[in-house]
């Protein structure tokens, strides 16, 4: 089974601290993403990366950036975090190159922005 | 911009019921359609999936149909068990590009099923 763990289950920070939210998956695939989910909002699209060093924006990157420096870890960084970035922050990975490939989602980081 | 539109918001089933949510997208590129399933303090995780050459797809007690003419997309959970009460997610994909990677969710539906 494809596990992806994300290191903190609920964080707590203030405003216009660096914010790290880290993830890392087990089974060797090339693809990493971070989902932001709120209420009646759905799931949507941070950042992605595809392979070591790449990432690619997604739907909502303001604010947000991004790092991937090893095939398995992929990071989440809040430069300087706002209220607004309080939210529930998935973590997802899945392989390349398969037509089907689901995504595979961590328990999620719980961040609350005060 | 909501690209992929999920309704009820929530859905209150009797045991034994029939469950159906129901989504409509407008990218005419989307080619993979998946459902996911959350439980409360986990994260989301693939139900069933269907691509938009078939019209339906079973798996189990849930069943996916497809019409493309429409649009549209639906989850009917037959036979609805407390189990079952969870977040349902529908989703979409494009084929290809870096679009290949953007899976567009819905809203969500949150279903409770009464023992």
């Known amino acids: 089974d494809v596990k992806v763990t994300q290191s903190s289950r609920y964080l707590v920070k203030r405003t216009g601290e660096k914010v790290f939210l880290e993830c890392v998956q087990d089974?060797?695939?090339?693809?990493m993403f971070w989902y932001r989910q709120d209420p009646g909002l759905g799931l949507r699209l941070i950042y992605f990366?595809?392979?070591?060093?790449?990432?690619e924006k997604g739907d909502i990157p303001e604010g947000y950036s991004v790092s991937r420096e090893k095939k398995e870890r992929f990071s989440l960084i809040l430069e300087s975090a706002s209220t607004n970035q309080t939210s529930m922050y998935l973590c997802?990975?899945?392989?390349?190159?398969?037509?089907?490939?689901?995504?595979?989602f961590g328990n999620g980081t719980r961040l609350t922005v005060t | 911009q909501q690209q992929v539109k999920q309704s009820p918001q929530s859905l209150i089933v009797q045991k034994g019921g029939i469950s159906i949510i129901n989504c409509a997208y407008e990218?005419?590129?989307?080619?993979?359609f998946p459902w996911y399933q959350q439980f409360p303090g986990k994260g989301p995780a693939l139900l069933i999936a269907?691509?938009?050459?078939?019209s339906e797809k079973k798996e189990g007690r849930f069943t996916i149909s497809f019409n493309k003419s429409a649009k549209q997309f639906s989850l009917h959970i037959m036979d609805s068990q407390p189990g079952d009460s969870a977040t349902y997610f529908c989703?979409?994909?494009?084929?290809?590009?870096?679009?290949?990677?953007?899976?567009?969710f819905g809203a969500g539906t949150r279903l409770f099923v009464k023992a």
């Open positions: 997802a990975s899945s392989l390349v190159g398969a037509q089907n490939s689901p995504l595979h």
């Open positions: 089974m060797d695939h090339e693809n």
């Open positions: 990366s595809y392979d070591v060093k790449m990432k």
């Open positions: 990218n005419t590129a989307f080619d993979y």
């Open positions: 269907i691509r938009p050459d078939v």
């Open positions: 989703a979409a994909r494009p084929a290809s590009g870096t679009g290949g990677f953007k899976t567009i």
